[in-house]
């Protein structure tokens, strides 16, 4: 196999490409980015089945910021995360219009631009078209699709990490001051945004003390320039940061309360805190490192009692993750950028698994399949079946638009999304909301939207 990338493999920097990608690559590249941005507008007013009420919520104080009346720029929306993320928001909203697609079209545009710093990962590891299959694969993979296509907050945090962690490596191979000023500003936007970046952050730090052992020769360029990073990234969370430590209790509401730490034991009938980050630990890899669909039961991010993937991209994840053991060095950041976010989002909370937290180690596995499409790919080159594989993956990235789409607009998926806004009656419910954000008031729930039209239809 030939990676495109050295910094952690010394041994292999005579095979390091300079300049980045060749140029025959940016055509295919951006073929798959217009194809990344089709399947998201695609019935973008009509699938999912409704609007949801972590959509309603968050579209709430968007209203407010709006009309004036809204959290400020450095300030927290209704989850606690900051409210960066709700401002991002409504500039798309803005931009787009008061509308069920203005309302996702964030998510739209930065669930679509990661596939380009995914595919500059990707080709750290492997060749031009083992990574744009793997590309094409995260693109359309039901998981990562499904919230590219409603109007939560989780999914920006996948475009800043990828970036940052791309920025990282280029920094560590070049020894380039700017990439790492970059990174840090990468690293600051994951911060800001959804709870589940701050795993991704921590991968990032644990990847210091392996670079430095890899690297001895050069241990003090490798801790600068990580010194370097850490204080962009310091003094551009700082305003955030402060207004965290001046109201802690507030701003870690929603990690408090889905801590395994914080619930009245026995939690999974464990009330020893050793056996039970055991038991978790166990039940955390079952699902995601064995892919275990009985554990699955967050049906309203992807389908219940299945994996959230397909079980042809599950193969080639699973081997992937074995082969990465043959190149470590290489695949070694992948590894910690799977397992250091479950283990903080999936092991330390309840409820788990569940497919919304774990949304940063999405393209993580999408990147270790990438290893199986290289190893497929030259034997397919070799022995004569390439076309067989091509129409392999385009035949999975079909299936998996099918299955999306099945599955997000199925009755069932209606029925498990709700209390929600029924796409027929948003303009009512989007007129009354933006009443009450010019007047300052809080606006309300979808569950009293419900107890609103009850009290209607029942008013003679």
Known sequence: MKFSSSWLSPARKEEAVSGGLEAVEFGPLLVLLAVAVAVRLLWLDQ???????????????????????GPGLIGFDWTQL???NVYLMAGFVKLFGLSVVGM???????????????YLLARRLVSPVPALFSTLLFSTGLWYLNFSRTAWSNVHVVLFGLITVWL???????????LYGLAGAGLAL?????????????AILLLLPVGIVLHKAEWRKVVTGYSLMLIVAILLFLPQGLLILHDWGYSNTRISSVSIFQQSPPYLGQTDPIKLLLLQSER?????LLLNGSLFDTPRYTPAGSPPVDYATGALYLAGMVLGLAFLRESLVWYLLLLVPLFITQVLSILTPDTGRAIVVVPVIYLFAALSLQILWQVGLQRGFAPAVVLVVVAIAAFNLW????????????????????????????RLQ????????????????????KATATTP
């Open 104 to 118: 996702r079209m964030s998510v739209v545009v930065t669930s679509s631009l990661a596939v380009v710093p995914f």
């Open 190 to 202: 994951t911060l800001y945004g959804y709870y589940a970046g701050r795993g991704t952050a921590v």
């Open 403 to 430: 299955w999306y789409f099945d599955w997000s607009r199925s009755p069932y998926t209606a029925y498990v999304r709700q209390p929600a806004v029924e796409y027929s009656e948003f303009a009512q419910w989007q």
């Open 434 to 453: 933006m009443e009450q954000a010019a007047r300052g008031e809080r606006g309300f729930t979808v569950t009293e939207w419900h107890e609103m039209r």
């Open 284 to 288: 955390i890899g079952r699902a995601f």
């Open 168 to 178: 990282l490596l280029e920094a560590l191979d070049r020894q380039d001051i700017l």
């Open 82 to 84: 900051p409210a960066l």
């Open 47 to 69: 699938v999912p089945a409704n609007v949801m009420p972590d959509e309603a919520d968050n579209m709430a104080d968007v209203y407010h910021i709006l009309a004036g009346t």
